[in-house]
């Protein structure tokens, strides 16, 4: 987690240093900058690594692996509300 946390903010850093460009700009495969070229490298490095993935994992397999995370943390069972438990009585309830 704060290996994905300090190539956030590397991402971030490196698109502050051109806060003139747009995001078009920032991303224009002719004109990206080394600073956010490198940001993003190690942005999808320590995702690779946190979602286990070895090797050169291509943007499909990035996304394969996310997705499959997101599914699995999003199944009924982690859903599931708490259960309340029964409020013990009171004096003002027990009189009504």
Do not use: C
Request: charged share 30%; no cysteine.
């Amino acid at each position: 987690r704060a290996a994905i946390l300090a190539g956030w903010q590397a991402f971030l850093d490196a698109r502050a240093l051109r806060p003139e460009r747009s995001l078009a700009d920032h991303y224009n495969p002719l004109a990206m900058s080394p600073e956010l070229l490198r940001a993003h490298r190690e942005l999808d490095t320590a995702v690779d690594k946190a979602l286990g993935l070895r090797g050169i994992a291509t943007e499909a397999d990035r996304l394969r692996a996310l997705f499959a995370s997101y599914a699995k943390l999003t199944t009924v069972d982690e859903l599931a509300m708490p259960k309340k438990r029964p409020r013990k009585a009171t004096a003002a309830s027990a009189a009504s």
